[in-house]
């Protein structure tokens, strides 16, 4: 039988890098087995390419293993982002050929895989101030595991970050039933509330000075403004309703 040569992009997904991007990185001695058959030839006359392509998929582990944690830990925040993009390309290419679609075990280490990179896509994304690439790579994490706790806690960062308090306040409620005792949560979850309420309160006080500001002697409106209570009562209850977003 001929023999096949493999896609280097599948060999690529032969690493596993954890899901707190500060921590250590985890062993993927299974996942990087699995990855080097994923389209492996049962014919004996193959085995010279599978423990070529295994040893392929090894050393690509390593490169982007290392590669984007010790970015990371250096500060290279978009050169770690950069790495760690190709973990998920590789987690990409497995997912569309379907290669493990009849090995449910491999499967799941691919989604595992594709959680973990994700998180760290996130992480990355917040340290680059892209807080909505934060999100979007939170969210395709969560769309594998719901209860990630990492994935939640940096989605309510960005969330927080963009001033969208009221968000971050509602992932941190999903975050809490999941893990109750979480005091990081919990203090964010305080801290978006008061940012909520503050927010709030600021959006009164525009509305407030917008239109005062319309009733000042010499604005164009002010005569109009005057003319009418009803007019009047009809601008404060339109811009009662701001959004909090103003303030």
């Known amino acids: 039988a001929s023999l096949r040569p493999r896609p280097a992009s599948a060999m690529a997904i032969a690493e596993e890098v954890t899901s ?16 080097s058959d994923a389209e492996g030839d049962s014919d004996g006359a193959a085995e010279g390419g599978a423990d070529g392509a295994r040893a392929s998929g090894e050393a690509a582990r390593e ?13 290279n925040y978009e050169a770690a982002i950069k790495a760690w993009a190709c973990s998920i390309k590789s987690v990409q290419y497995i997912l569309d050929k379907g290669l493990y679609k009849n090995r449910p075990d491999q ?4 989604y595992d895989m594709e959680v973990k990179v994700s998180v760290n896509m996130a992480q990355g994304y917040l340290k680059t101030g892209e807080f909505n690439k ?10 594998r595991d719901p209860k990630n706790a990492k994935a939640l806690y940096r ?12 968000k971050a ?43 005062e500001g319309f009733a000042k002697e010499g604005d164009p409106r002010s005569a109009r403004a005057a003319a009418s209570e009803d007019s009047a009562g009809d601008f404060e209850a339109l811009s009662s309703g701001l959004p909090s977003w103003l303030g």
């Open 20 to 35: 707190d991007a500060e921590g250590e990185p985890e062993e993927a001695g299974a996942t990087a087995e699995a990855a």
């Open 63 to 75: 490169s982007e293993l290392e590669k984007g944690k010790r970015e990371y830990n250096q500060g």
């Open 107 to 110: 499967l799941q280490e691919v």
């Open 134 to 143: 934060a999100i979007e790579f939170a969210d395709r994490a969560l769309a």
């Open 155 to 166: 989605k309510a960062s960005a969330y927080s970050s963009l001033w969208e308090y009221s």
């Open 169 to 211: 306040a509602e992932v941190l409620q999903q975050l809490l039933e999941a893990e109750p005792t979480n005091a990081a949560a919990k203090a964010m979850l305080a801290e978006a509330k008061r940012k909520a309420v503050e927010g709030e309160r600021k959006s009164k006080n525009l509305s407030k000075k917008l239109f």
